[in-house]
T-cell receptor
Framework: AQTVTQSQPEMSVQEAETVTLSCTYD???????LFWYKQPPSRQMILVIR??????QNATENRFSVNFQKAAKSFSLKISDSQLGDAAMYFC?????????????FGTGTRLQVTL | NAGVTQTPKFRVLKTGQSMTLLCAQD?????MYWYRQDPGMGLRLIHY???????AKGEVPDGYNVSRLKKQNFLLGLESAAPSQTSVYFC????????????FGPGTRLTVL
């Protein structure tokens, strides 16, 4: 079974600084997808960034980028120029690309605080 | 385009009561999902649907039933609520199952006393 591990329950960053959130996963599959979701106090899950395992190039979305290390099964999220609105829970998630349904496996989350 | 909406946002039940959570999406998505989120844990899949009229069990299906009579709606039912079902419930949808991004609703906070 696939597992996703986020070893940092909480992180803090100063406004305008850069922070990296860690995620590791365990799978025997070679083809899969990885995601970072943001959950602000409103509780809605918002997709931040997505990475296909077959792509070597790291995904980037504006201030958000990932460091995808397939051999190490690591998928970290870097937030540059942090803003107060980035404060939220961040969940890493894994999805097989094959199968009868698109089942997401989530990590336990990292709570990010942004300070002035 | 409202995306994924959930009704109600909050609910308090007594043990043994029943209720239905409604999820609606206006994106013409084929796949819909119900998750629950508990403190210290990631989201866990309860049931899902790969199309109108179909449903399947997820990771934690016991105590829940679902129906997908219309493509845009996915209902989650609790026939006899238990305190262990106190949780935040999220509905999600995606256009395709294997490769597509899931879009989440705002969640429903359910408390069972």
């Amino acid at each position: 079974a696939q597992t996703v591990t986020q070893s940092q329950p909480e992180m803090s960053v100063q406004e305008a600084e850069t922070v990296t959130l860690s995620c590791t996963y365990d799978t025997s599959e070679s083809d899969y997808y990885l995601f970072w979701y943001k959950q602000p106090p409103s509780r809605q899950m918002i997709l931040v960034i997505r990475q296909e395992a077959y792509k070597q190039q790291n995904a980037t979305e504006n201030r958000f980028s990932v460091n995808f290390q397939k051999a190490a099964k690591s998928f970290s999220l870097k937030i540059s120029d942090s803003q107060l609105g980035d404060a939220a829970m961040y969940f890493c998630a894994y999805k097989r690309s094959q199968g009868t349904a698109s089942k997401l496996t989530f990590g336990t989350g990292t709570r990010l605080q942004v300070t002035l | 385009n409202a995306g994924v909406t959930q009704t109600p946002k909050f609910r308090v039940l007594k043990t043994g009561q029943s209720m239905t959570l409604l999820c609606a999406q206006d994106m013409n998505h084929e796949y819909m999902y119900w998750y629950r989120q508990d403190p210290g844990m990631g989201l866990r899949l309860i049931h899902y649907s790969v199309g109108e009229g179909t449903t399947a069990k997820g990771e934690v299906p016991d105590g829940y039933n679902v129906s997908r009579l219309k493509k845009q709606n996915f209902l989650l039912g609790l026939e006899s609520a238990a305190p262990s079902q106190t949780s935040v419930y999220f509905c999600a949808s995606s256009y395709l199952g294997w490769t597509d991004t899931q879009y989440f609703g705002p969640g429903t906070r359910l408390t069972v006393l």
